[in-house]
């Protein structure tokens, strides 16, 4: 999936998600804790916006693209700044 996003690297995902509280998040998006994938993806959601879902395996994949989206409406209004992070290529 990483790949898939456009990472290439872990310095990358590091940069992405650097300061993000993965249990505040969490929470908002989730409505709980949740696991730890899917408190990394809703990390990535924020970082990412809509541009988690370009190149996401899940993409094409209605119940997907509502979930995300559905995370992204309760970041927002939870007054989250959700960000456009994009990987950039590297040689």
């Not at 730890?36 to 119940?63: I, T």
């Amino acid at each position: 999936m990483l790949l898939s996003v456009g990472f290439q690297n872990l310095g990358q995902i590091d940069d992405c998600i650097s300061g993000l509280d993965d249990d505040r998040l969490s929470r908002i998006a989730l409505g709980g804790r949740g696991g730890q994938v899917s408190r990394f993806e809703v990390l990535l959601v924020v970082s990412m916006g809509e541009s988690f879902l370009k190149g996401h395996p899940y993409a094409g994949l209605d119940w997907f693209l509502a979930m995300v989206r559905h995370w992204l409406e309760k970041l927002r209004k939870a007054s989250v700044t959700v960000g456009s992070y994009q990987p950039k290529k590297t040689e």
